[in-house]
């Protein structure tokens, strides 16, 4: 599966985005989908993953509360609405698609995903 992410750009802190994640090539609703980030310097970690059903949701931390994960299999896409940014939240943002199934214990892990989409740029001024 081929993914493609959009939608970074630059806010000012409070401010809010939308990512969108779209995919082509293989049967978009059998995978589970994830989004990581990474800021300059740093390792890519996790943010948020949704089961190929959408039953299942997880999030890091630092963002619940402000940022929802969903996806449309109609679209063959997935979002990430962001809220209440921060410049904390300043990274690359990626995209992920998992061929297995995505648990608590495993959504967190680069590891968990075979496909990788190009980053998009969020940049959050104070």
């Known amino acids: 599966v081929q993914l493609q992410a959009s939608g970074g750009g630059l806010v000012q802190a409070g401010g809010s985005l939308r990512l969108s994640c779209s995919a082509s090539?293989?049967?978009?609703?059998?995978?589970?989908m994830g989004w990581f980030r990474q800021a300059p310097g740093k390792e890519r970690i996790f943010v948020a993953a949704?089961?190929?059903?959408?039953?299942?949701?997880y999030y890091e931390d630092s963002v619940l509360g402000r940022f929802t994960i969903s996806r449309d299999n109609a679209k063959n896409t997935v979002y990430l609405q962001m809220n209440s940014l921060n410049p904390e939240d300043t990274a690359a943002y990626y995209c992920a698609g998992s061929s297995g199934e995505l648990l608590w214990n495993n959504a967190r892990y680069s590891d968990s995903y075979s496909y990788w989409g190009q980053g998009t740029q969020v940049t959050v001024s104070s």
């Open positions: 949704i089961t190929a059903r959408g039953d299942q949701i």
């Open positions: 090539g293989r049967t978009f609703s059998a995978y589970g």
